[in-house]
């Protein structure tokens, strides 16, 4: 079982930017997909980005706001010019291949909270 620990949420006003972060062992993050999803209150999980060794993925409608990147044992999202819909809590997983649904992830964090305010 890997733990995967995501942190760096929070209340921002809208239009601010927020890094989040995903840490695992340093050696599952270089040879696996790691991807962060989203979900908002009464809505289903969305994708929003993931990386696999240099090669990313994002969503259509976030690629100009977010950037996916990582560094040794850590992927961080970054999020700019956030709006009161990026309101979510924010998970990252980790899977075997680059891909956009939720079923080719494997392993889950616990999630952390961003809001956005207006």
């Known amino acids: 079982q890997v733990q995967l620990v995501e942190s760096g949420g929070g209340l921002v006003r809208a239009g601010d930017s927020l890094r989040l972060s995903c840490a695992a062992p340093?050696?599952?993050?270089?040879?696996?997909?790691i991807g962060w999803f989203r979900q908002a209150p009464g809505k289903e999980r969305e994708f929003v980005a993931a990386?696999?060794?240099?090669s990313t993925l994002y969503s259509d409608s976030l690629k100009n706001r977010f950037t996916i990147s990582k560094d040794k044992n850590t992927v961080y999202l970054q999020m700019n010019s956030l709006k009161p819909e990026d309101t979510a809590v924010y998970f990252c997983?980790?899977?075997?291949?680059?891909?956009?649904?939720?079923?080719?992830?494997?392993?889950w964090g616990q999630g952390t909270q961003v809001t956005v305010s207006s």
């Open positions: 997983a980790a899977g075997a291949s680059l891909r956009r649904d939720r079923e080719g992830y494997t392993y």
């Open positions: 340093e050696s599952f993050v270089a040879s696996n997909s």
């Open positions: 990386m696999l060794w240099s």
